[in-house]
């Protein structure tokens, strides 16, 4: 016989009571979890201090951030330790996740407390050259031959630099050939032609050295000490050029990461100089209708992360000079606080770089399409 109609609503009852139960426990067991989740949390905050702790011992002492004997003995110990659920490999992979994001957050600590770093020095590092401030929010010309070849060549880009009311010539003495046989600049005499006529005309001389034992004997001619791009890693030279009273302008490196650039740069700083120029001159890829490839995003990324002025050396990135006036247009977009172009009064019979040199009218028209985009130039 079916049951009364008392007994189905004592069924029903009793099963909305079971659903409330396990309703119940439910929320009990999240709530517990909630609880285990901020207890973890708190326990990775605290294995994060101490990570940290570490990091900085290890700098102060020169010890690789990465111990990978030291990893190896945690994960064991830890998969030794293991009660389950989880096996032994998924501990071993949650655990190298834990390492790997400690590790990551060593680096962003180191990368904040450089001397480079805009989190340590949030304002902009203006960079003194005679009259020229660079990154001063005016941008600044650097021009000038790829090479001194003589007194006559040099002294009529220098003119025309004066005549266009600028003040940094450039001028390679010393020049780093990938060819043995190539020319390699005039050396000490190509410094002493680029004193006399910077001092001719008020110019300031940029010029690139390229041994730490030359430094001292450079500096009468120099204003601005270049490293060039395969000396970016060049440390003794680096840490001589820190013990200056210059300015160095530092180029980048044909295949260096962004990161590379600015370490390179830390070294400098780290040893007692902080006027420090960064140089974008392009990077080495796959491409070859340009010399080198533009990094573009370079600039802006080197003006957030570093408190340095950012030049941008557009003859080197593009190795063709139909190109020149398109790539500083996008470099001064892009936030650059100089640009810097190779001027010859013949670029058709120079004896370096020739094809990328521009003459001394194009520059007064580039110059010109510059200042009518731009504004003032200095």
Not at 109 to 137: F, Q
Not at 172 to 201: H, M, N
Not at 349 to 377: H, T, Y
């Given at each position: 016989m079916?049951?009364?109609?008392?007994?189905?609503?004592?069924?029903?009852?009793s099963?909305?009571?079971?659903?409330?139960?396990?309703e119940?426990?439910?929320?009990?067991?999240?709530?517990?979890?909630?609880?285990?989740?901020a207890?973890?949390?708190?326990?990775?905050?605290?294995?994060?201090?101490?990570?940290?702790e570490?990091?900085?011992?290890?700098?102060?002492?020169?010890?690789?951030?990465?111990?990978?004997?030291?990893e190896k003995?945690?994960?064991?110990?830890l998969a030794?330790?293991?009660?389950?659920?989880?096996d032994?490999?998924?501990?071993?992979?949650?655990?190298?996740?834990?390492?790997?994001?400690?590790l990551q957050?060593?680096k962003?600590?180191?990368?904040?407390?450089?001397?480079?770093?805009?989190?340590?020095?949030?304002?902009?590092?203006?960079?003194e050259?005679g009259?020229?401030?660079i990154?001063?929010?005016?941008?600044?010309?650097?021009?000038?031959?790829?090479?001194?070849e003589?007194?006559?060549?040099?002294?009529?880009?220098?003119?025309?630099?004066?005549?266009?009311?600028?003040?940094?010539?450039?001028?390679?003495?010393?020049?780093?050939?990938?060819?043995p046989?190539?020319?390699?600049?005039?050396?000490f005499?190509?410094?002493?032609?680029?004193?006399?006529?910077?001092?001719?005309?008020?110019?300031k001389?940029?010029?690139?050295?390229?041994?730490?034992?030359?430094?001292?004997?450079?500096?009468p001619?120099?204003?601005?000490?270049?490293?060039?791009?395969?000396?970016?890693?060049?440390?003794?030279?680096?840490?001589?050029a820190?013990?200056?009273?210059?300015?160095?302008?530092?180029?980048?490196?044909?295949?260096?990461?962004?990161?590379?650039?600015?370490?390179?740069?830390?070294?400098?700083?780290?040893?007692?100089?902080?006027?420090?120029i960064?140089?974008e001159?392009?990077?080495?890829?796959?491409?070859?209708?340009?010399?080198?490839?533009?990094?573009?995003?370079?600039?802006?990324?080197?003006?957030?992360e570093?408190?340095?002025?950012?030049?941008?050396?557009?003859?080197?990135?593009?190795?063709r000079?139909?190109?020149?006036?398109?790539?500083?247009?996008?470099?001064?977009?892009?936030?650059?606080?100089?640009?810097?172009?190779?001027?010859?009064?013949q670029?058709?019979?120079?004896?370096?770089?020739?094809?990328?040199?521009?003459n001394?009218?194009?520059?007064?028209?580039?110059?010109?399409?510059?200042r009518?985009?731009?504004?003032?130039?200095?």
């Amino acid at each position: 016989m079916p049951g009364t109609g008392t007994e189905r609503v004592g069924e029903l009852g009793s099963r909305e009571t079971e659903e409330q139960t396990a309703e119940r426990t439910l929320q009990a067991l999240r709530k517990e979890l909630d609880e285990i989740n901020a207890e973890i949390l708190r326990w990775l905050s605290r294995r994060a201090e101490v990570v940290l702790e570490i990091g900085r011992l290890k700098l102060r002492q020169g010890i690789n951030r990465f111990d990978p004997v030291r990893e190896k003995e945690m994960l064991d110990r830890l998969a030794a330790m293991n009660p389950g659920p989880f096996d032994d490999t998924t501990i071993r992979h949650i655990f190298k996740t834990i390492f790997a994001a400690s590790l990551q957050l060593q680096k962003k600590e180191e990368g904040a407390s450089l001397l480079v770093s805009r989190k340590r020095h949030p304002e902009d590092t203006v960079v003194e050259v005679g009259p020229v401030r660079i990154g001063a929010g005016v941008p600044a010309v650097v021009a000038g031959p790829c090479s001194v070849e003589s007194y006559e060549q040099t002294r009529a880009v220098a003119e025309a630099l004066r005549e266009e009311g600028l003040t940094l010539l450039r001028g390679g003495a010393f020049k780093p050939r990938t060819s043995p046989y190539d020319f390699q600049g005039l050396g000490f005499d190509g410094l002493r032609i680029l004193r006399e006529v910077a001092d001719e005309f008020g110019l300031k001389v940029v010029s690139e050295i390229l041994a730490p034992e030359d430094l001292e004997m450079a500096l009468p001619y120099i204003d601005v000490v270049q490293i060039g791009a395969r000396n970016m890693q060049n440390f003794a030279l680096l840490k001589a050029a820190g013990h200056i009273d210059r300015p160095v302008l530092l180029k980048r490196g044909l295949s260096a990461t962004i990161e590379e650039f600015k370490y390179a740069a830390e070294y400098i700083l780290a040893h007692g100089n902080p006027n420090v120029i960064l140089c974008e001159r392009g990077i080495r890829t796959f491409e070859r209708a340009t010399r080198n490839t533009l990094d573009i995003s370079a600039v802006p990324i080197l003006k957030a992360e570093t408190h340095l002025p950012v030049c941008v050396d557009v003859t080197h990135a593009a190795g063709r000079r139909d190109i020149l006036l398109p790539l500083a247009k996008a470099a001064l977009a892009a936030g650059a606080d100089a640009l810097m172009i190779e001027v010859h009064p013949q670029p058709e019979v120079a004896l370096s770089d020739a094809q990328q040199q521009v003459n001394i009218p194009d520059f007064r028209a580039w110059l010109e399409e510059i200042r009518q985009m731009f504004g003032g130039i200095v």
